[in-house]
């Protein structure tokens, strides 16, 4: 069974940098195929992509947020963390992460999900 | 940058076909995927390829992409089928989610 669960802190301040963890089982991140995203929702707005990290460890950013996003991943901790620097208000959001099955062009779907971690930004 | 647009909220009574678009330039060229957002849960895929339902999805729900639209249709609509859809594509090693549209089972 393929789970993935998201952690960090629950309350930032603006300015502070944010780090987020997401935790993997049913399947390794050194897997070919096997890539990780993550997503965003604000409180009743819509899905938002920020990063993916690919089997291979390429990354792709978000282009408005390519400057303050960094992912990487740990494969003997099967966790990919996301870090992203001066946090704003507008940065409070559930943040999710999602697994992609494969890295093909017909593969960018997200077949997993975690549960969510909700991240409020305030001072 | 791509965008998808769709239609904020959709209402359908039990029983009957909801349909739900999800538009894009050129969006049939690409690939698309449904994901069905119930309040305070997270994403769960419906459709992904245009039109493959993963396991576990009714055969009620399915998909299609034309043109410049994709469209998520589910027939015999439940009251459970009440949630927030959203499409989403690729773009220039981007992905990009639409802006959601609310399904109401009335």
């Known amino acids: 069974q393929v789970t993935l669960k998201e952690s960090g802190p629950v309350l930032v301040k603006p300015t502070e940098t944010l780090t987020l963890t997401c935790t993997v089982s049913?399947?390794?991140?050194?897997?070919?195929?096997?890539?990780v995203s993550w997503i965003r929702q604000p409180p009743g707005k819509a899905l938002e992509w920020l990063a993916h990290?690919?089997?291979?460890?390429?990354?792709s950013y978000a282009t408005s947020l390519k400057t303050r996003l960094s992912i990487s991943k740990d494969t003997s901790r099967s966790q990919v963390v996301l870090i992203m620097t001066n946090m704003d208000h507008v940065d409070t959001a559930t943040y999710f992460c999602?697994?992609?099955?494969?890295?093909?062009?017909?593969?960018?779907?997200?077949?997993?999900w975690g549960q969510g971690t909700r991240v409020t930004v305030s001072s | 940058s791509y965008e998808l647009t769709q239609p904020p909220s959709v209402s359908v009574s039990p029983g009957q076909t909801a349909r739900i678009t999800c538009s894009g330039d050129?969006?049939?060229?690409?690939?698309t995927s449904w994901y069905q957002q119930r309040p305070g849960q997270s994403p769960v895929l419906v459709i992904y390829?245009?039109?493959k339902r993963p396991s576990g999805i009714p055969e009620r729900f399915s998909g299609s992409n034309f043109g410049s639209t994709a469209t998520l249709t589910i027939s015999e609509t439940q009251a459970l089928d009440e949630a927030d859809y959203y499409c989403?594509?690729?773009?220039?090693?981007?992905?990009?989610f639409g802006g959601g549209t609310k399904l109401t089972v009335l």
């Open positions: 999602a697994r992609k099955p494969g890295e093909g062009y017909n593969d960018h779907y997200f077949d997993s």
């Open positions: 049913g399947f390794s991140l050194s897997d070919a195929g096997f890539g």
């Open positions: 990290i690919f089997s291979n460890d390429e990354k």
């Open positions: 050129k969006l049939g060229d690409k690939l």
């Open positions: 390829q245009d039109m």
């Open positions: 989403q594509t690729w773009d220039r090693d981007t992905e990009v």
